[in-house]
């Protein structure tokens, strides 16, 4: 179903938001602080307001996507009459006090509100597969929840405004720790020596499907840690030691060094010192965590 949404701030990425709403039908209404970007959505049949003032009052969405939250508030303060009553989503990278003060501001002034991430780059956005996540009251997001599929797949977090930003810099560290072991992997494969050197793309189709039972590793271990109990079953932490050896030993024998296997075995390390060789990967969380974990 059409809706009308506005976009502000037409950066890469708000620029992309704005596409996304036009090619899904919705009547959408544009505005940025800098003139002069918003000739490309006009001929695709975007609405340029003049203000932004002008420009909240076109639809009864506003989505917000600015450099910095100090940003935000610079833009929405003034529009905040306007925007009594109305949703405001903020997919502004941030931290969570950002987030929790741009929400209690909001609420102040009678202002519906979400915050969000787009866990994608400008490209990607209208994908259906890819993720955006949001937190605020659930009310809020059910409301525009079907707009915003526009963009790609909206995930509600809980009501706290500060999950998405929380959840972001998890996931990122998931990402670049996921990256760095693939191109590891990646330079092992492809100094095998003379006829034994394999593809990135050879191996990349092998490590996609390996990645599904990483995830069965992740799930598995995931009651461990919100238990607090770490059983080792038939792959405890002694094991894991073993095997680091192996990948440890492969990169020194064919020049490949990236600090991972190291890294990944001095944690594992610590934690069989101090009397948990026999449990699961899991219990290592206990050593990642503020302070270090137990002695």
């Known amino acids: 179903m059409s809706a009308d949404v506005t976009v502000l701030g037409l950066g890469p990425m708000g620029a992309a938001l704005a596409g996304a709403f036009l090619a899904a039908g919705h009547r959408t209404t544009v505005w940025n602080r800098t003139p002069g970007k918003a000739g490309a959505l006009v001929a695709e049949g975007a609405a340029e307001a003049a203000s932004a003032g002008q420009a909240v009052t076109a639809s009864p969405l506003t989505v917000i996507c600015l450099a910095t939250y100090d940003a935000v508030r ?13 949703t405001v989503v903020n997919l502004t990278s941030g931290s969570p006090d950002h987030a929790r003060q741009t929400a209690a501001w909001a609420g102040l002034h009678g202002i519906r509100y979400l915050d969000g991430v787009i866990m994608t780059t400008p490209p ?16 809020d997001f059910d409301a525009c929840r079907e707009t915003l599929s526009a963009l790609g797949d909206p995930v509600h977090l809980g009501t ?8 972001d810099t998890a996931l990122l560290a998931l990402m670049w720790g996921t990256l760095t072991g693939w191109l590891h992997g990646a330079a092992l494969v492809g100094a095998d020596g003379p006829g034994g050197n394999v593809t990135a793309t050879a191996y990349t189709a092998v490590a996609d499907r390996w990645m599904t039972t990483v995830r069965t590793f992740m799930t598995a271990y995931a009651p461990h840690i919100d238990a607090g109990r770490y059983p080792g079953g038939d792959f405890p932490l002694r094991l894991h030691h073993m095997t680091m050896d192996i990948l440890t030993h492969a990169g020194e024998l064919r020049g490949v060094s990236s600090g991972l296997p190291e890294l990944c075995q001095g944690l594992v390390g610590r934690g069989i010192e101090a009397g948990h060789g026999d449990d699961s990967f899991a219990r290592l969380i206990e050593f990642i965590r503020k302070g270090g974990g137990p002695a």
């Open 74 to 86: 610079d833009v929405l303060a003034p529009a905040a009459g306007e925007l009594a009553g109305r």
């Open 124 to 139: 990607g956005i209208g994908t259906p597969d890819v993720l955006l996540l949001f937190g605020g009251p659930q009310a």
């Open 160 to 167: 706290d405004p500060a999950l998405p930003s929380v959840h």
